[in-house]
């Protein structure tokens, strides 16, 4: 719609030798130079109109005038030309000339065609002419050439990268001569005005110019006719063409750009690449130390070489043993993957064993259910029992309580000088009722005694636990209910999920065909807590407090649980750490330690001689021969341990209780006080024998706090103090004496006794000096004998040597 202005070239001038405006013929063209056209000289109006667009010849490469013949072509004037410039130009790769040039001779527009057909026409006629004219027409030919498109300015860089062929086109010896140029003009013009008719007879030379005189007045006169303000409208078809070539051209221009623009990035990245990897390369070579030679090197010797080979050999011998295990480690893989491909490929039953495993998985399913589901009635049974247990025992230890205070009551009054205790003191007849039952139950005690013949008795020694033959009554009906229930639980269940053998034939049979899986299975640590309920069950009526009580070892669970673990396996994979020889001990530690604990915290009664001397002795067995001295059953027996002592300081608290009368009281042995006191003395001097009874269970600290420092010392030696010299001392004392164990003094030495029997060893001393004033003799070797006994050596020595009595140097081995 705009059109650009026209570029106005300019010829750089060449110094010509002679100085003349013409330009010798010999002149060289200048590779670099375009020529620069002077402006157009005015012409007519109407003769230019008629001439029409001249075609847009390309710039001749270089200097202003060409060698042809006798005629110089020139393209403007020389004074025009006097000023040479230098043009700035930046070079691009050929391809993008090829393209360019491909390009635009794609979008040359009809005139250029004609203008290119004129060319070659004007190539094969050479003629003569006038040099002015031919100015005149390439001033026309530059007028039409800036009329064209914009696409078509760009003929500039064409130009300069014509191709070789070009410039051999344009050498002298083809380059056309101004004649034949003007030659050609004019039968181009011609043509135009004879309606493109073109005669072959030129010679007819006025008939032409007249013809062309005439065409220019007409065109001339045409010329203000013919003038267009406004472009013409033109044909969808020319407006579709010049969009397509133009958009062609921008586009390739654009693309040609871009390709130049990338080339010349990737030229400078290579360039900084090739720089970076040239200084990392320096970097990375560091410069060679130069020796100095000023610097002395330290003395080798023999030694240090010697030494240097030495610390590298064992070094070397180091990494040799270390692989060497490492191979050896290898080679024990490998043996055991062979070993495991081996069983693998033996084990063809897989079926079975499936079978065989789904099996177990739902007898363990079905026999844990049916457990959880009876485990309510089995608490609530083991429960019931027990607190019936416990019931008659606290109803006992009430009774004796009681009985010990309205006794001591009864005493007090009677010393105090009343014959009869009144009843405010006693409160009513049912006390004296309490006394009449205890004394007669006291008889009764005797009259069995007599008839058993049993002479090591005291009065006060016995348990006093009887009961009325209507408790007895009640406590049996009660203990048969519950063992009637407890046969009831199972009786609803098939034998494999009740009976503890058949339990065990199972993963006895489990462990006899798959041992490993046995083993990973972990089955040994589960199942005593899967046969707790059931052990539980047959536990409902043992009582280890009674006199008769059924042993461990004869139980039918015992025996099975111990077969089970004693059994051998005769697979190859038996291993030497069979872990079912831990079940028998579990079951002891989960089931019957705990059941142990409650019976000695609730039931137990360490006055009666009978229960401690049953208690002691299932102990024993256990923790000598069942339970392992091992972290598992030691939590279980130390909590057993501890129940057992609080349960004698309790006792000795509670129940210890010898009171002190006057010495007429005492001396008289059929006195009410007399009686009573030593009742209560032979009562704690059998809690004493019972307390050192748990000597090599409970520990020996322990148990001699208990029975030497608080019994003996606190309450027994008190009454052995008050009591006056004689026989009823000395057996009081033997009794003591036959109480403490033996273990105790095997490793005495220096003749020296435990330190919490000194006291009791100075009233033996004192016993023995009164019975030698009194001339006693055989009391008095009973009570050195005593002191033998107890290892107070010492004592025994100082005596003899006081009172001179060698012939009882033979008691001590002297």
């Given amino acids: 719609m705009f059109r650009r202005a026209p570029r106005t070239f300019r010829a750089r001038r060449r110094p010509a030798s002679s100085g003349s405006s013409e330009e010798e013929p010999g002149a060289e063209p200048d590779p670099g130079y375009v020529p620069d056209p002077a402006p157009a000289p005015p012409q007519d109006p109407g003769t230019a109109a008629a001439e029409g667009p001249l075609p847009a010849e390309r710039p001749v490469r270089g200097g202003a005038g060409v060698r042809g013949g006798a005629g110089v072509l020139s393209f403007g004037s020389e004074e025009e030309r006097e000023g040479d410039e230098e043009l700035f130009k930046i070079k691009k790769p050929s391809f993008n000339e090829v393209t360019f040039r491909i390009q635009k001779k794609k979008s040359l527009l009809p005139a250029q065609r004609e203008v290119e057909e004129s060319k070659k026409i004007c190539d094969l006629e050479p003629g003569t002419g006038n040099n002015e004219d031919m100015h005149e027409e390439e001033k026309e030919e530059e007028e039409s050439y800036s009329s064209q498109s914009e696409d078509n300015n760009s003929a500039d860089s064409e130009n300069e990268s014509t191709p070789p062929g070009r410039r051999k086109d344009l050498s002298p010896v083809n380059i056309p001569s101004a004649a034949c140029v003007e030659s050609a003009r004019r039968k181009r013009h011609l043509a135009r005005t004879q309606a493109d008719y073109l005669p072959l ?53 654009d693309e040609a750009q871009m390709r130049w623009e990338e080339q010349q990035i990737k030229k400078a990245v290579k360039l900084s690449q090739e720089i970076y990897d040239d200084a990392s390369l320096c970097k990375s070579q560091p410069a060679k130390p130069k020796f100095d030679t000023s610097v002395s090197l330290p003395p080798v010797s023999l030694e240090i070489v010697k030494k240097r080979l030495t610390e590298r050999i064992i070094s070397l011998q180091d990494v040799h043993c270390a692989h060497q295990r490492e191979y050896e480690k290898y080679m024990q893989d490998i043996e055991s993957s062979k070993m495991t491909v081996k069983e693998l490929e033996k084990s063809s039953d897989a079926a079975l064993n499936y079978k065989f495993y789904r099996a177990m998985k739902t007898y363990v399913e079905n026999l844990i259910n049916c457990l959880n589901e009876k485990l309510k009635y089995i608490n609530e049974l083991e429960l019931a029992a027990h607190a019936l247990l416990q019931q008659r025992a606290m109803a006992v230890l009430k009774r004796r309580q009681d009985e010990l205070k309205i006794e001591s009551a009864y005493i007090q009054h009677l010393t105090t000088g009343k014959d009869k205790p009144t009843n405010g003191g006693l409160e009513g007849d049912g006390k004296m009722e309490l006394l009449k039952a205890c004394e007669h139950r006291r008889t009764c005690r005797r009259q069995v005694r007599e008839q058993s013949q049993e002479a090591d008795h005291h009065e006060g020694m016995s348990s006093d636990d009887e009961l009325t033959p209507t408790e007895v009554t009640e406590f049996q009906k009660s203990k048969d209910n519950i063992l009637e229930d407890s046969r009831k639980i199972f009786e609803d269940v098939h034998a494999d999920f009740c009976d503890i053998r058949k339990i065990l034939l199972k993963f006895q049979e489990w462990k006899e065909k798959f041992s490993d899986s046995y083993c990973d299975a972990y089955v040994s640590f589960c199942l005593p807590k899967l046969l707790n309920p059931l052990i539980r069950v047959e536990l409902i009526n043992w009582n280890p407090l009674e006199q008769s009580f059924t042993d461990l070892g004869e139980m039918p669970w015992f025996r099975a649980v111990e077969e089970f673990s004693n059994a051998k396996n005769a697979s190859e994979s038996k291993r030497d750490d069979d872990p079912d020889q831990e079940v028998l001990p579990r079951v002891i530690e989960k089931t019957v330690l705990p059941k142990i604990t409650a019976f000695v915290q609730n039931v137990w009664d360490p006055l009666s001689t009978s229960q401690t001397e049953n208690l002691v002795q299932l102990c024993r067995n256990i923790f000598e021969k069942q339970v392992p001295s091992k972290s598992e059953g030691r939590k279980a027996k130390e909590d057993l341990i501890n129940v057992v002592v609080l349960r004698m ?4 608290e509670e129940d210890v209780f010898i009171p002190l009368y006057p010495k007429s009281t005492v001396e008289d042995k059929l006195s009410p006080g007399s009686k009573f006191q030593e009742r209560r003395f032979w009562s704690a001097v059998k809690l004493l024998s019972n307390v050192l009874l748990w000597n090599g269970i409970v520990q020996e600290a322990t148990v001699r706090d208990l029975g030497l420092s608080k019994l003996l010392n606190r309450y027994l030696l008190l009454n052995l103090l008050n009591t006056p010299p004689g026989l009823d001392n000395i057996e009081k004392c033997n009794k003591v004496v036959a109480c403490l164990p033996e273990r105790w003094f095997e490793d005495l030495g220096n003749g020296s006794t435990l330190p919490e029997l000194l006291n009791f060893c100075q009233h033996l001393l004192q016993c023995a000096r009164v019975h030698h004033k009194n001339n006693h003799g055989d009391e008095t070797k009973e009570v050195i004998l005593l002191l033998v006994k107890v290892k107070a050596l010492h004592v025994v020595e100082d005596f003899i040597e006081e009172y001179k009595l060698e012939h009882l140097k033979s008691v001590i081995g002297k």
């Fill in 201 to 253: 007879d030129v010679s007819n030379g006025r008939q032409v110019s007249r013809r062309r005189e005439s065409s220019e007045e007409s065109e001339d006169e045409s010329y203000m006719k013919n003038l267009n303000f406004a472009p013409k409208m033109r044909t969808l078809r020319q407006r579709m063409t010049e969009h397509m070539v133009s958009v062609s051209d921008e586009s390739s221009e």
């Fill in 649 to 652: 300081k309790k006792s000795i």
